[in-house]
């Protein structure tokens, strides 16, 4: 609920999920948005069973591949629904809070779509032009930078195989040097005309930024969109992930190993991988992809990021264990379009080593759900489909696989995030 540019603040115990609001302090701000907890202070009856939900993560968190998570609903535009469940570092004792620091992985792909619009919007560049006017160190194959647009980087359109170079990044190449190399690979389609996921060059995004902005991209992010949000843990450095206050440590092996070094293969290409914050801001942030925020991303933004701009059938079949509910997939800018049941929602996935993160909302409805743990399992992916059938009131079906435990034992194709940013 929007109050005038400032919304009051999001503040929930790990362990409580029903009692009254309360703000929690800022420092870089006033308040934002409003936390309402239950129905007591809800505009409508809600649709999702928060307390089945909450028996039900409880239930997921049993399953050993699981270390720590946390997970936001929104509904009517309102949070009414934020725990952390499990622990910081398996074993610790430290518990996971709503406040706990995760990394988003792809999720960053939104950030930067949304920091691009908005400059288009303030006519400082054009999602039209040819990406290579403002992203010098990208040269595609047959000089096709100059061809290709801004919007063809940002849907992932440039004519280049999937996740061109990642591997290279991974093993600590310089991802300008490499943007600069990617002139030597052979083209699987004109630019604009098919979609192949990158991340290497989807950074290109934050050269843009900067040279746009003349301020670094973390800066820009952090003063345009973070800041303005009131999302106080937000952030796109390996550094500030350390500094936080409460952070989840990456596990690749379940709550039976131990973490893993944060690599920073993903961090120099923050525009595609790189930024960092809670699921209150990640709950923060979606409310603004809603709509909520109109002086911080205005509605004309909202729309050109998440018209879809490219059918991707892959995405569709990666998600087949889901096919009931998400029947076809696009792509806009930064961010995913599905057809939930005959209904638009729009989303995205994130996984790098040891952290795994979603997001998915119906923008017409403003409603949806945020989730982000600290394991490689992809388990939790089912969280999204069990919200959006109780806000749909569709027929229930153990997305979790609480009660069918062979189901949880089944290969799902998001093991391994083929196109969602990669591994580092």
Not at 41 to 68: F, I, N
Not at 343 to 371: K, L, Q, T
């Amino acid at each position: 609920m929007l109050v005038g540019l400032g919304l009051l603040g999001l503040a929930l115990a790990a362990t409580l999920i029903f009692t009254r609001a309360a703000p929690i302090p800022r420092e870089d701000g006033p308040p934002r948005f409003e936390l309402v907890v239950g129905e007591a202070k809800a505009k409508r009856p809600s649709l999702v069973d928060y307390r089945r939900l909450d028996l039900r993560l409880q239930a997921l968190m049993e399953d050993p591949a699981m270390v720590g998570l946390a997970v936001a609903v929104v509904e009517d535009g309102e949070i009414r629904f934020a725990k952390g469940y499990g622990e910081t570092i398996a074993g610790s004792g430290d518990p996971v809070t709503t406040s706990t620091v995760f990394r988003w992985a792809s999720l960053s792909k939104g950030v930067a779509a949304d920091m691009v619009a908005l400059l288009a919007h303030e006519k400082r560049l054009s999602l039209m032009e040819p990406v290579g006017l403002h992203a010098v160190s990208l040269r595609l194959p047959g000089g096709s930078e100059r061809a290709a647009t801004v919007s063809d980087l940002l849907s992932h359109q440039l004519g280049l195989f999937a996740h061109a170079y990642d591997l290279k990044l991974e093993d600590g190449w310089d991802p300008r040097y490499l943007r600069g190399t990617l002139a030597t690979l052979d083209s699987i389609c004109p630019p604009g005309s098919c979609h192949a996921y990158q991340n290497v060059a989807y950074d290109a995004a934050s050269e843009i930024v900067e040279r746009v902005t003349g301020r670094s991209y973390g800066e820009a992010v952090r003063e345009r969109l973070f800041g303005p949000l009131g999302m106080r843990t937000a952030s796109v450095t390996r550094e500030d992930l350390f500094r936080a206050r409460s952070w989840a440590r990456p596990h690749v092996g379940g709550r039976n190993s131990r973490p893993v070094e944060v690599t920073d293969s993903y961090y120099r290409v923050p525009a595609a991988g790189g930024v960092n914050g809670s699921i209150e801001d990640l709950a923060f942030w979606m409310m603004a992809q809603m709509g909520q925020a109109q002086e911080v991303l205005p509605e004309p933004v909202i729309a050109a990021v998440q018209t879809p701009r490219v059918n991707t059938p892959r995405e569709t079949s990666r998600r087949r264990k889901y096919r009931e509910r998400t029947t076809s997939s696009a792509y806009g800018l930064g961010w995913r379009v599905l057809d939930y049941s005959g209904r638009n929602v729009i989303g995205h996935h994130g996984g790098v080593r040891g952290y795994r993160s979603m997001m998915m909302f119906d923008p017409e409805r403003r409603a949806g759900i945020v989730a982000l743990w600290n394991s490689a399992t992809s388990r939790p992916n089912g969280i999204e489909y069990e919200v959006m059938d109780m806000i749909y009131r569709l027929p229930f079906r153990d997305w979790l696989a609480i009660e069918d435990r062979s189901l949880a034992a089944q290969p799902v194709p998001e093991d391994v995030p083929a196109d969602e940013g990669g591994n580092g």
